[in-house]
């Protein structure tokens, strides 16, 4: 299964006395693939480092660069699908070029995506990716 996670999802997953824990262990035992690209990543680290600190995010985006099922993407075209935060098209560019099965943000900008025929863009909540995987 080819995952795009939405920055806030990752991050709430992993605390681990966090309820979304089995997300961040699903990735570690390579129960799914997580896709990313340039600009998912830098967002990834900037946000790791306002929440926690220059350290734990160095760590953290050092893992996902060395997971084997962590798969970079390279994005050539920008669809922009998203109106309201421009900034939130390229989880969705991402996801389009990597053929994800899913994209998973509880992110309300995302559910504009549900009335776009082409390209489509499969969206899960958290709760329903969070089913998926247990």
Request: with cysteine; glycine share 2%.
């Amino acid at each position: 299964m080819r995952i795009v996670l939405d920055t806030n999802i990752l991050l709430v997953s992993i605390p681990k006395q966090s309820k979304y824990r089995p997300i961040f262990d699903a990735l570690i035992e390579k129960k799914f693939t997580l896709l990313i690209s340039n600009e998912i990543l830098t967002e990834y680290e900037e946000i790791f480092s306002q929440k926690t600190n220059q350290a734990v995010s160095h760590n953290i985006v050092k893992m996902l660069l060395t997971l084997t099922n962590v798969e970079k993407i390279e994005i050539h075209f920008n669809w922009n699908l998203i109106k309201v935060d421009k900034d939130d098209n390229k989880f969705v560019d991402c996801s389009i070029a990597g053929n994800a099965h899913y994209l998973v943000s509880n992110d309300k900008h995302f559910d504009g995506l549900k009335t776009i025929e082409f390209p489509e863009v499969p969206l899960l909540k958290v709760e329903e990716f969070l089913q998926l995987i247990e």
